[in-house]
């Protein structure tokens, strides 16, 4: 069974820089094809894809944002790090981490399958 | 990276079927047959409910179903449920290890 597990601040000021933890189970981010991936939403809005990193350290991220986030991966102790600096108060929302699979041959899968609870960091001074 | 077009809201009545279209560019939902749709209730994290366009998870019933034509997308949901009511969110490959999501239907069951 696979689950995901947020943690970091609910609440960072404006200019700092946000260090979320994503904790998982039942996969391993060592695994061909598997990757962890953020997805963001502000209050009432829509979901933002924002990053992923997979088995092979190969890094992406949402174009609008890329100067800003850093994803990075602890694969033997199950955790993915997502940063974000220079935090503004657009910048709240809920932070999701995901699970997605896919086969790169086949163009399989590409689908985020599995979901943490999320984590409501809030932007304020 | 342009969000996907959703209709921001549909209503139907129970037992009824409703269909959410998701609009998209050659680029990402006209590339790829890899779009997905999500259901979200409120205060809960997203759940999948179909994926590569029209596939379906384990355990999702079968009275949610998507199709694709061109660069867009539809989910339908058949045989309306009170418990069906919740927000829908499409997303779509946008190539380049990147993806992009619909901005959300609220789904009203009356």
């Known amino acids: 069974q696979v689950t995901l597990r947020e943690s970091g601040p609910a609440l960072v000021k404006p200019t700092q820089t946000l260090t979320l933890t994503c904790s998982f189970s039942?996969?391993?981010?060592?695994?061909?094809?598997?990757?962890v991936s953020w997805i963001r939403q502000p209050p009432g809005k829509a979901l933002e894809w924002l990053a992923l990193i997979d088995w092979d350290y190969d890094k992406y991220y949402t174009t609008s944002l890329e100067t800003r986030l850093t994803i990075s991966k602890d694969a033997s102790n199950n955790q993915v790090v997502l940063t974000m600096t220079n935090m503004d108060p657009a910048d709240t929302a809920t932070y999701y981490c995901?699970?997605?699979?896919?086969?790169?041959?086949?163009?399989?899968?590409?689908?985020?399958?599995?979901w943490g609870q999320g984590t409501l960091v809030t932007v304020s001074s | 990276q342009s969000a996907l077009t959703q209709p921001a809201s549909v209503s139907g009545s129970p037992g009824q079927s409703i269909t959410i279209s998701c609009t998209g560019t050659v680029s990402d939902v006209g590339s790829y047959n890899l779009v997905s749709w999500y259901q979200q209730h409120p205060g809960k994290a997203p759940k999948l409910i179909l994926y590569e366009d029209n596939k379906r998870p384990s355990g999702i019933s079968n009275h949610f179903s998507a199709s694709k034509s061109g660069t867009t997308a539809s989910l339908t949901i058949s045989g309306l449920q009170a418990e069906d009511e919740a927000n829908y969110y499409c997303?779509?490959?946008?190539?380049?290890?990147?993806?992009?999501f619909g901005g959300g239907t609220k789904l009203t069951v009356l």
């Open positions: 995901t699970h997605l699979s896919r086969d790169t041959v086949a163009a399989t899968g590409y689908s985020f399958d599995s």
């Open positions: 039942g996969f391993s981010l060592s695994t061909s094809g598997t990757c």
């Open positions: 997303c779509a490959y946008a190539g380049s290890s990147t993806w992009v």
